[in-house]
């Protein structure tokens, strides 16, 4: 897998790109059970440069948690969270607000919350 990455790591210098080592994760993806098969695998050192990349059960990618089984739990738990956080605030300015803008701020707060993503999850 070493001479892989070095191979991606070289077409990137030559095309004028740098990979950050030290921000550069690794993650295996697949069911719980192909990832139980190979441990011996997931327990090798992977290498970018000088540069020992730790191996992640998740990562987060433009906003979105991506897991090694592509499940969506820890995504949704903090799409949750955040929204929740969003309506409490809201609920505590509420008696100072008239409806028409309370409706206007959960649109505009806690619609991007939700429909953030939602593309890739069809």
């Known amino acids: 897998m070493n001479k892989e990455i070095e191979a991606i790591r070289s077409w990137a210098i030559s095309n004028g790109l740098m990979l950050n080592d030290s921000k550069t994760r690794a993650m295996i993806v697949g069911s719980t059970r192909h990832l139980n098969s190979?441990?011996?695998?997931?327990?090798?050192?992977?290498?970018?440069?000088?540069?020992?990349?730790?191996?992640?059960?998740?990562?987060k990618y433009l906003g979105v948690s991506i897991t090694e089984t592509l499940d969506w739990n820890e995504h949704v738990t903090h799409c949750v969270r955040k929204v929740n956080m969003t309506l409490y605030r809201l609920k505590v300015c509420k008696r100072f607000l008239p409806t028409s803008v309370r409706s206007t701020l959960v649109t505009s707060l806690i619609n991007p919350l939700i429909d953030y993503v939602c593309l890739a999850y069809i």
């Open 38 to 59: 190979i441990r011996e695998i997931r327990d090798r050192n992977i290498m970018v440069g000088d540069n020992i990349v730790p191996l992640s059960e998740s990562v």
